[in-house]
């Protein structure tokens, strides 16, 4: 190698055996970064079904032990049932109108058919004795039942019973459609191509559900029982209910599955920061003293030997004997007193040159709380609730930031309620309303015939739930009321947004105004000006500079 090679870096070239090709940038997914980051994060495929049915009771069990060993969870799941369901779904029946008028009904008589039915609904979801097989649990009890299970186990699974006439005798009710929820746990997991079951869940060749088998106690023992789907009139009996992530999905697994990791982390930092902290409290006092050491005590004994004694005089102290001497005196005071530190604290005297010093607790540091507050809003996001719903903390919430949180969330809400809560009641209804016609207690004309003919057409029903949370009521009606005078609204759709039943809001209404008309009174349903000088009034003020007010 030559001087000016060495001074340019070359070197010689390697013989062509030995030579490799230098790495080549390319494009493309799954490019490592320099710190081979994402070579640490090894991952299978295969189908998700088989990922749920390998860790389903794993992921059950930590969930179920995270709820009941967690007040925030707890909390978390009450808060998905108030904003799903309220106090109850509230049923609005919606038959086809069309199939009514072929039936011979005329607009008042379907009303008065679609009223009829919410009625007797009503007085048969709220008896346990009636509409429950075990007599427990109303409709809206086994609905927040239904909420809680899709939370731990991410499903919920119930069937459709029915009792003769001489059970009912026995009991003292009136109907026989009864709704039974099963826990999903008691949905086996075993699977066999042979029969086409997976996770306890039996397939016909077109992949679609026909049975379920359940594990059941009778007299002791424990027993597989295989359910039906639907009837041989195809009436659904078994209702089972997930949020399918696949196509090939056959079972849900726990909502909060994927936030495990979070929850336990918190935890882990909640309670390692609390433990820091009473440590803190209760061991930080120090008792300093300038009292001499072992070493000192040494330097004095040198001290007193080097000073030469006094010819024919007795045989003083030396120093080191005075100063012991003294020292001795001094602590026995001391030791008459104590030093408490406790649920009665007491510091009666302290020895000579001695201070006693509490020192405050430095947990938690200035990043707990960003901290804490990350992991909280990623177990929000798992739920379903927004963040100052699951941490009740709305520290720094503006009207903006509120009202956008509550519109992100409310999307999330609504659908749980049509793909979770609502077909639950949805089963009951149907299959309850088929017995009410069927035995006449609900007059059709046609019949059970005509019913069982349209069948699908005349039990379709909306489940509507709670009103949207507002941040301000005041903007929010001013905004229903331009919606509605813009034609870009109906009174039906206010109605459901704020989960009220236009039909109901209506008949409450005119009972109301013909009260105050019949008694000499004014109506509180007339507006004292035209609908336009209101909002033309209404916007007049909101033009108006208005004092920033305190959310």
């Excluded at 001074?7 to 490019?31: C, D, E, Q």
């Excluded at 006094?310 to 001094?330: C, K, M, N, V």
Aim: aromatic fraction near 8%; hydrophobic fraction near 35%; charged fraction near 25%.
């Amino acid at each position: 190698m030559t001087l000016l090679d060495r001074i340019l870096g070359r070197s010689k070239a390697a013989p062509a055996s030995a030579t490799t090709a230098p790495p080549r940038v390319r494009a493309g997914y799954l490019r490592d970064t320099r710190s081979r980051v994402l070579s640490t994060r090894t991952a299978s495929l295969r189908d998700h079904r088989d990922d749920v049915r390998i860790a389903w009771r794993r992921a059950a069990g930590i969930a179920m032990d995270l709820i009941q060993n967690s007040s925030r969870l707890r909390g978390a799941a009450d808060q998905v049932i108030a904003d799903t369901v309220g106090v109850e779904l509230v049923l609005n029946p919606q038959p086809d109108p069309k199939v009514l008028a072929d039936l011979g009904y005329s607009p008042e008589e379907a009303a008065e058919l679609v009223r009829t039915i919410k009625q007797r609904w009503k007085r048969w979801a709220w008896n346990p004795r009636e509409c429950d097989l075990r007599g427990k649990f109303t409709v809206p009890q086994q609905i927040d039942i239904t909420l809680r299970w899709d939370m731990a186990y991410g499903e919920a699974l119930g069937h459709i019973s029915y009792m003769t006439p001489a059970e009912r005798r026995a009991y003292g009710i009136t109907s026989g459609t009864k709704m039974c929820l099963v826990n999903p746990t008691k949905l086996v997991q075993d699977t066999s191509e042979i029969e086409g079951m997976f996770q306890g869940v039996i397939h016909d060749p077109n992949g679609r559900p026909i049975a379920y088998r359940i594990e059941q106690k009778e007299a002791g023992i424990t027993v597989k029982r295989d359910y039906r789907a639907y009837d041989a009139e195809g009436r659904q009996l078994v209702v089972h209910v997930f949020d399918p992530m696949d196509a090939g999905d056959v079972r849900g697994i726990s909502r909060i599955a994927a936030a495990f990791r979070e929850h336990i982390q918190q935890e882990l930092l909640v309670d390692a920061t609390i433990q820091t902290a009473i440590l803190q409290t209760v061991f930080g006092i120090t008792l300093t003293s300038k009292s001499p050491s072992k070493e000192a005590f040494e330097a004095i004994s040198q001290l007193a030997d080097d000073i030469p004694a006094t010819p024919g005089a007795d045989r003083p102290l030396s120093f080191a004997e005075e100063f012991r001497d003294y020292f001795l005196g001094t602590m026995e005071r001391a030791a008459e007193s104590e030093i408490a530190i406790g649920g009665d604290p007491q510091v009666s005297h302290l020895a000579p040159d001695e201070e006693l010093k509490f020192h405050g607790a430095q947990t938690p540091g200035p990043q707990f709380q960003s901290l804490n507050n990350e992991l909280s809003r990623g177990m929000a996001r798992a739920i379903g609730i927004s963040y100052g719903g699951f941490t009740m903390n709305y520290e720094g919430a503006t009207y903006s930031s509120t009202r956008m949180e509550n519109s992100s969330i409310w999307p999330v809400v609504t659908r749980r309620r049509e793909r979770i809560a609502a077909p639950i009641q949805q089963v009951g209804y149907e299959s309850w309303l088929d017995e009410e016609i069927g035995e006449g207690r609900i007059a059709l004309k046609g019949g059970y015939e005509a019913f069982r003919a349209n069948r699908e057409a005349l039990v379709w029903a909306l489940h509507q739930g709670p009103a949207k949370p507002t941040a301000d009521d005041g903007k929010s009606a001013k905004a229903s009321t331009e919606r509605i005078y813009n034609g870009t609204s109906s009174l039906a759709d206010e109605c459901a947004e704020y989960g009220k039943d236009p039909d109901e809001v209506f008949e409450q209404r005119k009972r109301e105004h013909d009260k105050y008309v019949a008694a000499g009174m004014p109506s509180p349903f007339l507006r004292k000006q035209d609908a336009g000088n209101d909002v033309a009034a209404d916007q007049q003020q909101d033009a108006q500079p208005q004092p920033s007010e305190a959310v």
